[in-house]
């Protein structure tokens, strides 16, 4: 309880999360949303921001990925050590599923920064000998099981959430939700806040729901309304027995099924989408919620090459605190700028060769596509026609690397990952392509380094905000991607990178790399390092996660 109780008396913002990408070794993240909350526990132990992080323990991970020959995906168990990394804290709360009482301990993570301030991170894990055998398992997969699985997740992630801070003496004012996942803990919070009930009222005024939106935050990530988690009344009914009664759930939640991104958007007094874009998305997806925008971004620290770091650290020795500085990055040395690419590609190279056997030539241009596999993104686009794929690298040879996962339901991202095979193998021999396993934190961090050209070719509006070209730009990689998500905000033509037309087909972007990327790669490089250094001042100077929370802190929490 010592180290927790340091933390204790200056915490006073909450944030909640399905996922949380901590470090390569802690498994309780799948992907994007995780590493954006990851990059926020950093930069708020950089910036000294009073906040403390509630997860799920996710004692199996997501699931760690195998391709077999044919280019199928497998799904293994993905367990990590949870005590070297984290210790239970002596506490314990119930949860109410089923009519059973489940019980949830928390485990203490600590962040630290490098200046030494920590932050803590509560991981909560039901797998305790007090539970009902069939409740202990709620806390093993991330994103794992079914619909009820999902839900009884979201109810101790919310609820659990909630209580767990009481029990251990937090005195929260603000609950930032990470996405709908984290919504039921406004319903716990409105039990915190009941009116006396007059004949005829209405439900919603049998709590004071004012109290728990001026406490709570909301960040919607989803800008499609089928992504949205809904659940049947009849499985809240069943399972949701520590809940509000119907008639109150359904007048923050929906009648017809329990929206959680409704009842966040319901029951938060300050909204949010993850680029001005998707903000604009979402404004019409929910006519009559103010939802803002805060832009993400990335932890500048977390996603430089250690080439790219010394030489940052060098010119501007305050970079980490203050990547704003990095606006100045015209004045970088083309030299030096280049040879910290060369390291980052090399380094890039030699992964992949030691990974797949695949060869990669570091003086060609290497273009990187990494994300979730799943259909919105379009992964298998670039190989939609691969005789001109050819003709392009017969001109202008290039190199590819591929790495992504897809979720174990999502069978259309599966069957992409097929297709990638597939045109792998018909490339052979004329455009290198490597596919790496296992697409995490630690894959993403060379891959995002040693890239020359950073790809993105989602359909929009449906890319909220993305964050893997922030971290290329981190590293002076050039952005080709769609007008989406965070680009549109980035995209400054033949500055920053550049735009693909938008297109059902590859024939914009197959255009723009035969008449524009790589005969700039080939026969203009010192235009070619000038926007490098464009992507790096222009971006990783603005789309980091210090910037973010800075924004955060002043217009959310401090509202
Ligand atoms: C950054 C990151 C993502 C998210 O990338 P997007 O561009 O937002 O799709 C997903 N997974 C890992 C491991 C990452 O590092």
């Given at each position: ?13 909450a ?90 301990r928390p485990?203490?993570y600590v962040?630290?920064?490098e200046?030494?301030?920590s ?9 305790l ?13 991330l ?16 609820i659990?959430?909630?209580?767990i ?11 930032h ?20 009930r ?70 938060s ?16 997806m ?22 790219f ?130 697409y ?24 909220a ?11 002076g ?15 400054i ?8 037309d ?19 790669y ?18 990783a100077?603005?789309?980091?996660s ?13 509202r």
């Amino acid at each position: 309880m010592n180290e927790l109780s340091s933390f204790l008396p200056q915490t006073n913002i909450a944030y909640f999360t399905m996922e949380v990408a901590l470090r390569v070794e802690v498994h309780t993240y799948a992907g994007g949303l995780g590493v954006l909350a990851g990059d926020t526990v950093r930069s708020c132990a950089d910036l000294e921001l009073p906040v403390v992080f509630v997860s799920l323990i996710s004692r199996e991970g997501y699931f760690r990925q195998e391709i077999d020959a044919e280019g199928r995906q497998i799904e293994h168990p993905d367990p990590w050590d949870i005590a070297r990394w984290a210790q239970p804290l002596p506490a314990m709360i119930g949860v109410q599923i089923e009519s059973r009482d489940v019980w949830v301990r928390p485990w203490l993570y600590v962040h630290q920064s490098e200046a030494g301030y920590s932050v803590p991170v509560l991981l909560l894990d039901t797998d305790l000998e007090q539970n009902d055998p069939r409740d202990r398992p709620l806390t093993h997969r991330l994103y794992g099981g079914d619909e009820e699985y999902r839900f009884k997740q979201e109810l101790l992630l919310g609820i659990g959430g909630v209580r767990i801070l009481e029990a251990l003496s937090f005195n929260i004012g603000t609950y930032h939700l990470n996405e709908g996942h984290a919504a039921f803990a406004t319903i716990e919070l409105l039990k915190r806040f009941p009116r006396r009930r007059r004949q005829n009222d209405k439900a919603e005024w049998s709590y004071d729901a004012d109290r728990v939106r001026d406490l709570c935050v909301f960040t919607t990530h989803t800008p499609v309304e089928a992504g949205h988690d809904r659940f049947s009344y009849d499985l809240v009914t069943r399972a949701g027995t520590d809940l509000l009664p119907l008639e109150a759930l359904k007048v923050f939640g929906g009648a017809d099924k329990l929206n959680m991104t409704r009842v966040a958007l319901n029951l938060s007094g300050f909204v949010n989408g993850v680029a001005q874009r998707h903000a604009i998305t979402a404004r019409e997806m929910f006519p009559g919620f103010d939802v803002r925008a805060v832009t993400n971004g990335v932890h500048v620290g977390t996603w430089a090459h250690p080439a790219f770091a010394a030489l940052y650290r060098q010119h501007y020795p305050q970079w980490m605190h203050e990547p704003e500085v990095l606006v100045r990055a015209d004045n970088l040395p083309d030299h030096d700028l280049w040879s910290a690419h060369e390291k980052a590609k090399r380094d890039l190279c030699d992964f992949v060769r030691q990974h797949t056997g695949v060869e990669m030539d570091p003086s060609v241009p290497l273009i990187g596509f990494a994300r979730r596999m799943t259909g919105y993104k379009r992964p298998d686009l670039l190989f939609g026609d691969l005789k001109r794929l050819m003709a392009i690298a017969e001109k202008h040879p290039f190199q590819l690397v591929f790495s992504g996962k897809a979720h174990p339901a999502d069978t259309a991202g599966k069957e992409s990952l097929h297709q990638i095979h597939n045109a792998m193998r018909e490339l052979q021999g004329r455009v290198p392509v490597a596919f790496l396993h296992n697409y995490d934190m630690s894959v993403a961090q060379v891959l995002v380094a040693g890239a020359d050209v950073w790809l993105n070719n989602p359909l929009p509006p449906l890319e909220a905000s993305g964050t893997s070209g922030m971290k290329a730009a981190v590293n002076g990689g050039l952005n080709l991607s769609m007008l989406d998500g965070w680009w549109v905000e980035g995209c400054i033509e033949g500055v920053t990178g550049w735009a693909i037309d938008n297109a059902t087909d590859a024939g914009p972007l197959y255009d723009k790399l035969e008449r524009v990327v790589l005969p700039m790669y080939y026969h203009d490089r010192s235009h070619w390092i000038w926007m490098m250094k464009q992507a790096i001042s222009k971006i990783a100077g603005y789309f980091n996660s210090h910037r973010m929370m800075r924004r955060y802190a002043a217009e959310a929490y401090l509202r």
